[in-house]
């Protein structure tokens, strides 16, 4: 237990956007992978909505609340950002 | 409270398929639903996208049993299972509470063999300031297409006051669900289509083993005067030692987060048991009886998620 708490801790970032300096494809890799997550870890619980509800600062805020209380590893919670930005 | 997947994930009315707990988390849980504390939670990613460890670490103020159940006519010294009604809080205690729960998920988001997630739990407390009660659980989430199916097993040891000893308490519940999305009727119309595609068919068998029943537990608490508990879904025999319930429901999805929900309960108690009166109220020992009479009950209810 403790060592997953460290490794867990390791691999935290601040934000849930992804980094500014990543490729096209690297967004589009991510983009594809929001959008597997998307229904099977946030349609669980909440409707669907679009991403234009919120800004992306917005987003963020909420990601980084169910990034923890959904135990999202960082590499997820990015991808859901993405796909809610359409990818952009 | 991060026990089990029921409390976790799918307890919101919104989220449930049924409209009521599985036996082991009813009005009679077997494990208290409410902690006040403090949670460390994170998540690895160890292989492909979506092949996930996660930990949720936690501590609390301790098991929060009511001393007395709703209605109660008497002082009652032993508690009880039930969640007071009034605060949520029910009678305090100076025990501290801490748990751990683990999920493993072995199939990444691509697979085509659906979704799966395995969790463990656990929960040490004391209550009644120095009685203690341990918890365990296991537990699994399997989606692949249209299906949905999850599974839970827990067990309770708890300390019992006035040498009664220990109660040792276990339940299940697993459940099945299908949409219909995607399923035409033949010969039907492209109206009824519609609406068809929108049901889910869902079934859950859940049980409790407790074979030691507290009289305080029971409905006729308060000198035969029945004293049914907050969130009582009208099926007695969930206070009988050995209580098994079937439930069928079919789900009515208006939109992903908005639904009618119906369900139908039978309730099928097994075996007897032994029920334990109050100290001072005779008597104050294990009295044999029987199974409760079967029960059935038929619910509905429109439920909107956010």
């Given at each position: 237990m403790t060592s997953s708490a460290v490794v867990g801790c390791s691999n935290m970032q601040p934000a849930s956007a992804p980094p500014a300096n990543i490729s096209p494809a690297e967004r589009r890799e991510l983009f594809r992978r929001g959008a597997q997550l998307w229904p099977v870890k946030c349609m669980q619980c909440h409707n669907a909505r679009p991403g234009s509800e919120f800004t992306p600062e917005q987003w963020q805020m909420i990601l980084m609340h169910m990034r923890t209380l959904a135990n999202l590893p960082p590499q997820d919670a990015q991808a859901v950002y993405v796909y809610l930005q359409g990818g952009r | 409270m991060p026990f089990g997947e029921f409390y976790e994930d799918y307890s919101a009315v919104w989220v449930n398929r049924f409209i009521t707990a599985p036996l082991p988390y009813g009005?009679?849980?077997?494990?208290?639903p409410t902690e006040i504390g403090i949670q460390l939670r994170g998540a690895v990613q160890w292989g492909e996208p979506g092949q996930n460890f996660d930990y949720t670490t936690w501590m609390g103020n301790g098991a929060t049993f009511s001393n007395c159940p709703p209605g109660a006519q008497q002082s009652c010294i032993l508690p009880g299972?039930?969640?007071?009604?009034?605060?949520?809080?029910a009678y305090q205690s100076n025990g501290r509470g801490y748990g751990a729960r683990f999920r493993f998920y072995p199939?990444?988001?691509?697979?085509?063999?659906g979704y799966l997630e395995l969790g463990a739990s656990t929960y040490n407390s004391q209550y009644f300031n120095h009685f203690w009660m341990h918890a365990w659980g296991v537990d699994f989430v399997y989606f692949v297409k249209n299906l949905q199916a999850r599974g839970e097993y827990l067990e309770m040891y708890r300390e019992l006051p006035v040498g009664l000893g220990h109660d040792h308490e276990e339940g299940w519940w697993i459940e099945f669900g299908y949409f219909l999305n995607g399923i035409s009727l033949p010969m039907a119309s492209d109206e009824v289509n519609y609406m068809f595609q929108k049901l889910e068919p869902i079934v859950r068998f859940s049980g409790v083993n407790q074979p030691a029943v507290l009289f305080s537990q029971t409905p006729y608490a308060s000198f035969g005067v029945p004293a049914y508990s907050f969130g009582f879904n009208g099926s007695p025999s969930l206070f009988a030692p050995y209580s098994r319930e079937v439930a069928i429901g079919l789900d009515f999805w208006i939109a992903p987060s908005v639904v009618w929900q119906t369900e139908l309960d039978f309730e099928l108690p097994g075996k007897g048991g032994l029920y334990y009166a109050y100290p001072g109220v005779a008597p104050n020992k294990g009295v044999p009886v029987g199974p409760t009479p079967n029960d059935k009950a038929f619910l509905t209810q429109f439920a909107i998620g956010f």
């Open positions: - | 009005v009679n849980a077997l494990v208290p299972d039930e969640l007071n009604s009034q605060t949520n809080l199939l990444p988001y691509s697979s085509e063999l």
